[in-house]
C-alpha cells in the first residue's frame, strides 16, 4: 500500500514540476516592448476608447501588368465541329431543296439538340417556318438565332429572314428595322 502512495505521489510531483518549470528556447527572438497604453477617451454616452499603436503600413508602388488586349470578339464553340450536327444541316438542306418541309424542320430540330447554341439551326428553322407560312414562328426564331450570330453574313441572312417575315405578315415597322439593320451590315 505504501508503494502504491509513494509512486502515485512522485508521479503527481513528477507533473507539477513539468508545468510549473518554463520551457527555454533557443529562437533567439527578441521580446516585443510592452505596448504603452494612451490615456483613453469617453465619448458622450460613455463608451471608452483606447487607441493602441500599430506600426504604419508601408506602401509601395506596385508593377501592373496588364495583357495584351485583342479586339472584342467572342468566339465560342457552338457545335459547328460535331459531325453529326454537320450531317443533320446537310439533310436539312437537302430536305428544303425538295420543299420538303416537315422532314427539313426535323433534321433541323434534331440539330439543334446536338448544337443548341449554332445560329445555323435557328436560320433554317426560321426559314422553313417561314415557307410554312408562320411568320412569328420565323421572326422569333431568328430573333433568338441573331443572338448566337459569330458573323455579319450569318447577322444578314438572319435580318433578311425577319423581313421575309415581316412582309408576310405586312408589319410596317419590322420590315423599316430589318432594312435598316440590312443597311448597316
Request: hydrophobic share 40%.
Amino acid at each position: 500500500m505504501q508503494i502504491k502512495f509513494l509512486g502515485i505521489l512522485a508521479l503527481v510531483l513528477g507533473l507539477a514540476a513539468c508545468q510549473s518549470t518554463p520551457i527555454q528556447s533557443g529562437s533567439g527572438k527578441k521580446p516585443e516592448p510592452p505596448v504603452t497604453q494612451k490615456p483613453h477617451v469617453e465619448t458622450p454616452d460613455g463608451v471608452k476608447i483606447i487607441p493602441y499603436e500599430r506600426p504604419e503600413i508601408k506602401r509601395e508602388p506596385m508593377q501592373v501588368i496588364v495583357p495584351e488586349q485583342k479586339a472584342n470578339v467572342q468566339k465560342f464553340d457552338d457545335g459547328r465541329n460535331i459531325p453529326a450536327f454537320n450531317q443533320l444541316i446537310q439533310k436539312t438542306q437537302t430536305a428544303f431543296r425538295q420543299t420538303k418541309w416537315d422532314e427539313a424542320e426535323k433534321y433541323a430540330l434534331q440539330a439543334q439538340r446536338l448544337a443548341p447554341q449554332s445560329a445555323e439551326t435557328y436560320l433554317w428553322l426560321a426559314m422553313i417556318a417561314n415557307h410554312k407560312k408562320q411568320a412569328r414562328n420565323a421572326d422569333a426564331l431568328a430573333r433568338r438565332g441573331l443572338s448566337f450570330a459569330q458573323s455579319n453574313a450569318m447577322r444578314k441572312q438572319l435580318w433578311n429572314t425577319i423581313l421575309q417575315a415581316a412582309q408576310q405578315q405586312r408589319d410596317s415597322k419590322t420590315i423599316a428595322e430589318a432594312q435598316a439593320q440590312l443597311k448597316g451590315l
